[in-house]
């Protein structure tokens, strides 16, 4: 995807296919990380916004949540000028308790 966009080819087509394929799980992997970054870094911030929103959903579903998603939901929101909302609250409360860790307890992760 980066490389098409690079290259300036059309997407669409590409991301209506990953699109139907994550709707119907069939999407493995950081898929809608790598297409939100991609998008976001070819200047395409509201496509990035939904591929991140999409990977949050998928993972709370999941019981966890996509801390590569999250940290790009949060980066484009921002860039967006978009007010905070409990997505990047949650960020916000992730990076205030990783700082609040002992040093050594930092370092092994």
């Known amino acids: 995807m980066r490389v098409l966009l690079a290259l300036g080819e059309d997407v669409d ?6 699109r139907a394929d994550a709707r119907r799980d069939r999407a493995r992997g950081p898929v809608h990380d790598f297409v939100g ?7 395409r911030p509201q496509e990035a916004l939904r591929w991140f929103n999409a ?4 993972s709370e579903v999941q019981g966890t949540l996509d801390h590569a998603c999250l940290t790009g939901h949060w980066r484009v929101r921002r860039a ?7 997505y990047d609250e ?5 990076r205030r308790e990783y700082a609040e ?4 307890v930092a370092e092994r992760e």
């Open 101 to 104: 860790q002992p040093d050594d």
């Open 13 to 18: 087509e590409l991301l209506a296919e990953l």
């Open 80 to 86: 967006l000028g978009l007010s905070p909302d409990g």
């Open 37 to 43: 970054e991609s998008l976001e870094d070819h200047g």
């Open 90 to 94: 949650e960020l916000e409360v992730s």
């Open 55 to 58: 990977g949050l959903t998928r």
